[in-house]
């Protein structure tokens, strides 16, 4: 396991009703080599997080993007824009949301954003 996934399972057993943890944890974890721990931590984050936390879905949306899950990261996605609105140049940038790229859905998401 990589540092950065040790200090957010330490930071879990800490603060257990902590759903930010785990859903920035599960990137990490899958980049250590811990695929069905990652997805467990992102199904976690998911379920505790509240539905108004924009950062946590987005985070979550990220993770999803990164290991192929196109139907939960757009779901995550327009959580946000529902959410938030404004963060178009973040998205269009941020380069976690590659995979998406071209698919209409995302980019119907994209022109929703000012």
């Not at 200090?7 to 603060?15: D, Y």
């Not at 721990?37 to 993770?63: I, K, M, Q, S």
């Not at 998205?91 to 929703?112: K, M, N, Q, V």
Request: glycine share 6%; net charge negative; with cysteine.
């Amino acid at each position: 396991m990589n540092r950065a996934a040790k200090l957010f399972a330490r930071a879990t057993e800490i603060a257990p009703d902590d759903y930010q943890a785990p859903a920035l944890a599960a990137q990490p974890l899958e980049e250590s080599g811990q695929p069905e721990r990652a997805l467990e931590w992102g199904r976690r984050a998911a379920e505790t997080a509240p539905p108004e936390d924009v950062t946590t879905h987005y985070n979550l949306g990220c993770f999803y993007a990164r290991v192929g899950d196109r139907d939960k990261a757009l779901e995550r996605l327009e959580r946000c824009v529902s959410l938030a609105g404004g963060f178009r140049e973040w998205i269009a940038h941020d380069r976690d949301w590659d995979s998406l790229r071209g698919d209409p859905r995302f980019e119907e998401l994209l022109t929703r954003l000012p």
